[in-house]
């Protein structure tokens, strides 16, 4: 006969003792599940601070990411070396060019400059001579010039010289008697000379009232005019040629009436798009090449920024747990230092670097497509990108306790170093204002602010000093001996106290670095967390593999993909 489960009767009541049992039960389970989270999120947070290879070896996840950050930087480099070697053709021809354009116009041109000037001259048949030969230059330029040069229009869409005089409105001087009558406004005229006047006599536009000039008024003369070239030089790289427009001027500047006048000469080049291009050969299919090169590199670049994206975003949901779970059980908050831990610095660099890879690489192809023109945007962006991208590198040497010293020191030194600087920065200020104003009518090195900056920045490097020292100028015993006190004084306090000091913050750093990597690091509360053992080892040894297969079940849909972080 079977036999019958045993059942209370239905007007029977529950013996006392079950309700202290269902309620043991209870407990028992509720320690049980927090045990269980608390296992299932020191797995994952110890998973998240592996290296790629530690991950792979642990849970056999392939780091994509390290593949990908390898592929990029030989991408990235070799499309940078490409675009450098390009970008060199472009600043060599505008460079080339206003060379050519100096000697072709300035007469007398030395092919030196003087100073942030061309050349001087110092009386007026120099003046009036200088000013006819750039215009006649310039209406015989096919016939003498070796480039492929052609007249362009001006802001006025007229083809000529525009030759500008700025003077004071009127006035009379007479140094002799000590005397000075003048109008301080100041008229500009003008006068443009086309192609057509110039054919024709010269004498006709030479003794025209408009070059008769009263330098003791005059300011300034001002000759610009406008001329396009096609750069042929790219046709010999498989590139596409270029079609330059140069803004050309030609500056007498009598401002100081010193008997000097400096003459200026500027050219600004701009490079448009060829309106008719008819080039036989493979040009054309080297340059599609190109094309899906750079968007390749974009696509490399986009699939890295979303993987960088999506583990930061994972990560802050895994310091959210923690922080949780941290606040629940010891009921205090996590300080600062382990809510940083969270946040990879080298994600935020990979970032940064994909999206100005990317921008550039737009901009490159667009540049190479002849649709834009601005080299220089685009060779900052891919310059910078690339200059991350290879510091990125060194996120993977960190892996390695012989390698991550570098950084380490770095991270320590930092705030100490900056603060040091912040003050140290003062006194650079105070020397750099007070070397302005004092030495800069006596010194070459110290006539303007950026340029006493740098002046000083090369002192403190032990550059150039005898010269510095050399080139006062003794035209004022005062001003001299305060420049020996001013120099000495300088020297003396960045060379042998500040720098020392400098150096002395960063040694430290490194020898604590040192004895931390020998004797182990200060752990924090996140590090505790992560070496602390379950409180009974027995039952941890017989439940480890039920607490991991109960981490795979209990895991929440939402938090699942955070093992994933790579």
């Given at each position: 006969?079977?036999?019958?489960?045993c059942r209370l009767?239905q007007?029977?009541k529950?013996?006392?003792?079950?309700?202290?049992f269902?309620l043991?039960?209870?407990?028992t389970?509720?320690?049980?599940?927090?045990?269980?989270?608390e296992?299932?999120?020191?797995?994952?947070?110890?998973?998240?601070?592996m290296?790629?290879c530690?991950?792979?070896?642990?849970?056999?996840?392939?780091?994509?990411?390290l593949?990908?950050?390898?592929?990029?930087?030989?991408?990235?480099?070799?499309?940078?070396v490409?675009?450098?070697?390009?970008n060199?053709?472009?600043?060599?021809f505008?460079?080339?060019?206003t060379?050519?354009?100096?000697?072709?116009?300035?007469?007398?041109?030395?092919?030196?400059?003087?100073?942030?000037?061309?050349?001087?001259?110092y009386?007026?048949?120099?003046?009036y001579?200088?000013?006819f030969?750039a215009i006649?230059?310039?209406?015989?330029?096919?016939?003498?010039?070796?480039?492929?040069l052609?007249?362009?229009?001006?802001?006025?869409n007229?083809?000529?010289?525009?030759?500008?005089?700025?003077?004071?409105?009127?006035?009379?001087?007479f140094?002799?008697?000590e005397?000075?009558?003048?109008?301080?406004?100041?008229?500009?005229?003008?006068?443009h000379?086309?192609?057509?006047?110039?054919?024709?006599?010269?004498?006709?536009?030479?003794?025209?009232?408009?070059?008769?000039?009263?330098?003791?008024?005059?300011l300034?003369?001002?000759?610009?005019?406008?001329?396009?070239?096609?750069?042929?030089q790219?046709?010999h790289?498989r590139?596409?040629p270029?079609?330059?427009?140069?803004?050309?001027?030609?500056?007498?500047?009598?401002?100081?009436?010193?008997?000097?006048i400096?003459?200026?000469?500027?050219?600004?080049?701009?490079?448009e798009?060829?309106?008719?291009?008819?080039?036989?050969?493979?040009?054309q299919?080297?340059?599609?090449?190109?094309?899906?090169?750079?968007?390749?590199v974009i696509?490399?670049?986009?699939a890295?920024l979303?993987?960088c994206?999506?583990?930061i975003v994972?990560?802050?949901?895994?310091?959210k747990?923690f922080?949780?779970?941290?606040?629940e059980?010891y009921?205090?908050?996590?300080?600062?230092?382990?809510?940083?831990?969270?946040?990879?610095?080298?994600?935020?660099?990979?970032?940064?670097s994909?999206?100005?890879?990317?921008?550039?690489?737009?901009?490159?192809?667009?540049?190479?497509?002849?649709?834009l023109?601005?080299?220089?945007?685009?060779?900052?962006?891919l310059?910078?990108?690339?200059?991350?991208?290879?510091?990125?590198?060194?996120?993977?040497?960190?892996?390695?306790?012989?390698?991550?010293v570098?950084?380490?020191?770095?991270?320590?030194?930092?705030?100490?170093?900056?603060r040091?600087?912040?003050?140290?920065?003062?006194i650079?200020?105070?020397?750099?204002?007070?070397g302005?104003?004092?030495?800069?009518?006596?010194?070459?090195?110290?006539?303007?602010?950026?340029?006493?900056?740098?002046?000083?920045?090369?002192?403190?490097?032990?550059?150039?000093?005898?010269?510095?020292?050399?080139?006062?100028q003794k035209?004022?015993?005062?001003?001299?001996?305060?420049s020996?006190?001013?120099?000495y004084?300088f020297?003396?306090l960045?060379?042998?106290?500040?720098?020392?000091?400098?150096?002395?913050?960063?040694?430290?750093?490194?020898?604590?670095?040192?004895?931390?990597?020998?004797?182990?690091?200060?752990?924090?509360?996140?590090?505790?967390?992560?070496?602390?053992?379950?409180?009974?080892?027995?039952?941890?040894?017989?439940?480890?593999?039920?607490?991991?297969?109960?981490?795979?079940?209990?895991r929440?849909?939402?938090?699942?993909?955070l093992?994933?972080?790579?």
């Open positions: 006969m079977a036999r019958q489960p009767p007007n029977s529950p013996e006392r003792g079950s309700g202290v269902r043991t039960v209870r407990n389970m509720a320690h049980l599940d927090s045990e269980v989270n296992e299932c999120l020191r797995q994952d947070l110890k998973f998240y601070f290296s790629p530690e991950k792979y070896r642990a849970r056999h996840q392939i780091p994509w990411k593949g990908l950050q390898i592929l990029k930087i030989v991408m990235v480099t070799a499309q940078l490409r675009f450098g070697l390009s060199q053709l472009v600043v060599a505008k460079e080339e060019n060379v050519a354009f100096k000697h072709l116009f300035l007469k007398g041109y030395s092919g030196i400059d003087e100073d942030d000037y061309s050349y001087s001259i009386t007026q048949e120099d003046a001579e200088s000013i030969f006649n230059q310039y209406h015989h330029l096919k016939n003498i010039s070796l480039g492929t052609g007249y362009g229009e001006n802001e006025d007229r083809i000529g010289l525009k030759v500008c005089k700025r003077h004071y409105k009127k006035g009379t001087m140094p002799s008697n005397t000075l009558n003048i109008d301080s406004d100041i008229e500009t005229d003008c006068l000379i086309d192609l057509q006047a110039l054919s024709k006599n010269p004498q006709d536009w030479k003794n025209s009232s408009f070059f008769r000039l009263e330098f003791y008024r005059l300034q003369v001002e000759i610009s005019f406008h001329l396009k070239g096609i750069d042929l790219t046709i790289f590139e596409l270029d079609c330059y427009v140069f803004q050309n001027t030609i500056t007498f500047d009598n401002k100081a009436h010193s008997g000097k400096k003459i200026y000469f500027d050219s600004d080049a701009h490079i798009e060829c309106k008719d291009l008819n080039i036989s050969g493979s040009i299919k080297n340059t599609q090449y190109i094309l899906v090169f750079d968007a390749f696509v490399i670049c986009l890295s979303i993987l994206t999506r583990s994972l990560a802050l949901k895994l310091r747990r922080l949780n779970f941290f606040l059980k009921k205090r908050h996590v300080c600062n230092a382990d809510r940083w831990e969270f946040i990879n610095g080298w994600y935020i660099l990979v970032i940064i994909d999206l100005m890879t990317i921008i550039g690489s737009i901009l490159k192809m667009e540049i190479k497509a002849k649709n023109t601005n080299y220089d945007l685009c060779s900052i962006l310059g910078t990108s690339t200059l991350l991208v290879w510091v990125g590198v060194i996120r993977y040497l960190g892996y390695f306790q012989t390698y991550n570098l950084i380490l020191t770095m991270q320590a030194s930092l705030p100490k170093v900056l040091f600087c912040a003050c140290a920065g003062m650079y200020l105070g020397y750099t204002f007070c302005w104003i004092v030495l800069g009518p006596y010194h070459d090195k110290f006539e303007d602010l950026d340029t006493v900056a740098e002046c000083l920045f090369s002192l403190v490097n032990g550059d150039d000093m005898f010269a510095t020292f050399a080139q006062i035209k004022s015993i005062l001003v001299w001996l305060f020996r006190l001013y120099l004084s020297i003396s960045f060379i042998y106290m500040i720098l020392s000091l400098f150096i002395a913050l960063i040694t430290d750093s490194y020898d604590t670095i040192k004895k931390y990597q020998q004797n182990g690091f200060p752990d924090t509360d996140l590090q505790e967390f992560l070496k602390e053992c379950s409180s009974k080892e027995k039952y941890q040894k017989e439940s480890s593999a039920f607490l991991s297969r109960v981490c795979c079940l209990r929440k849909g939402s938090d699942d993909h093992i994933l972080i790579n």
